[in-house]
Nanobody, 117 residues
Framework: QVQLVESGGGLVQPGGSLRLSCAAS????????KAWYRQAPGKQRELVAR???????NYADSVKGRFTISRDNAKHTVYLQMDSLQPEDTAVYYC???????????WGQGTQVSVSS
């Protein structure tokens, strides 16, 4: 079973930046589209960014222009550069590979991002 390990979260002030990383233990991760999700307290998990195997990206409207998804297939790793962070970005962030529009792998533990002054 492929394991996903997210890292890079933390506490940051509004307007700050963080770079999240997600490393997968298997090559299946690199063979599929990949995505970052987030789940805020009391809310459903939502998709925030997606990158296809061809390198095309798309973003939720709430993060467009502020977040950038990228990947390193050789390292089975996907990244999320988050700039101009706002308190509403506070959530646990998760990554996954996608089968169509659906998460393919077992979820990792996620990484907490907290934006507060």
């Amino acid at each position: 079973q492929v394991q996903l390990v997210e890292s890079g979260g933390g506490l940051v002030q509004p307007g700050g930046s963080l770079r999240l990383s997600c490393a997968a233990s298997g090559s299946i991760f690199s063979m599929n589209d990949k995505a970052w999700y987030r789940q805020a307290p009391g809310k459903q998990r939502e998709l925030v960014a997606r990158i296809t195997t061809g390198g095309s990206t798309n973003y939720a409207d709430s993060v467009k222009g502020r977040f950038t998804i990228s990947r390193d297939n050789a390292k089975h790793t996907v990244y999320l550069q988050m700039d101009s962070l706002q308190p509403e970005d506070t959530a646990v962030y998760y990554c996954n590979a996608l089968a169509g529009s659906y998460p393919l792998l077992r979820w990792g533990q996620g990484t907490q991002v907290s934006v507060s002054s």
